[in-house]
């Protein structure tokens, strides 16, 4: 048997496999809805698949604990809490199971709320909801493009918050990029690559107009 036709097709599987594995590696989940009163309830979840590295493992990588995920990507609850502003009630929680590492973050507000400093908080502002995102790193977005190509940022937004969305986008030092929309019978159905947030510079923001 000719070694030399086969090696190709091995590494062609191998490298199919991997791109299966590290190109969903990311995802962020994040739920708005209407709280008691004249609030509004807020969850968002970040986590990072756990099987990349357990594929690299099998191919000769180090074994990562628990303790090597938090030190690696620093999703501690002092630095996820400690820039939301006054007027936010929040609870972080950290995600640790046999398939992901991350964090989740539930806040609460009142729908007078009025911050730009308050990352993943959702604020309601003239008909239009503003979400502010962590900065993002655009030299690391590009060294981490064919990792991070299918993760996306999903948005899950109740009707009783915004009963009519027009349009939405994400705005960053790149520009402005529309968002994907999709209307259900209770909520809308926000969508984008995760990039779009880690190329966005400083202060990328999510805009959701009616």
Excluded at 94 to 122: C, M, Y
Excluded at 145 to 170: N, Q, T
Aim: proline content about 5%; charged content about 20%; overall charge negative.
């Amino acid at each position: 048997m000719n070694n030399s036709r086969i090696r190709p097709v091995v590494y062609t599987v191998i490298l199919a496999a991997a791109t299966l594995l590290l190109t969903g590696c990311l995802e962020v989940v994040q739920h708005i809805g209407s709280g008691p009163g004249d609030s509004v309830d807020n969850y968002v979840r970040v986590t990072l698949q756990r099987g990349i590295f357990s594929f690299a493992e099998a191919f000769g990588g180090e074994a990562m604990t628990d303790e090597d995920f938090a030190e690696e990507f620093g999703m501690s609850e002092q630095e996820v809490l400690e820039d939301l502003p006054a007027g936010v009630s929040a609870r972080f929680e950290p995600v640790i199971t046999e398939f992901d590492f991350g964090f989740s973050l539930r806040t609460t507000t009142d729908r007078s709320f009025r911050s730009d400093e308050g990352a993943f908080v959702p604020m309601i502002r003239d008909g239009s909801l503003y979400i502010h995102l962590p900065p993002g790193d655009e030299e690391e977005a590009d060294e981490a493009a064919f990792f991070l190509a299918s993760a996306k940022y999903r948005i899950i937004l109740d009707k009783e918050v915004m009963p009519h969305v027009s349009s939405a986008e994400i705005v960053g030092t790149g520009g402005t990029t529309q968002v994907d929309v999709t209307e259900f019978q209770n909520v809308w159905l926000l969508e984008f690559p995760v990039l779009l947030w880690f190329s966005g510079g400083n202060k990328p923001v999510i805009q959701v107009r009616s």
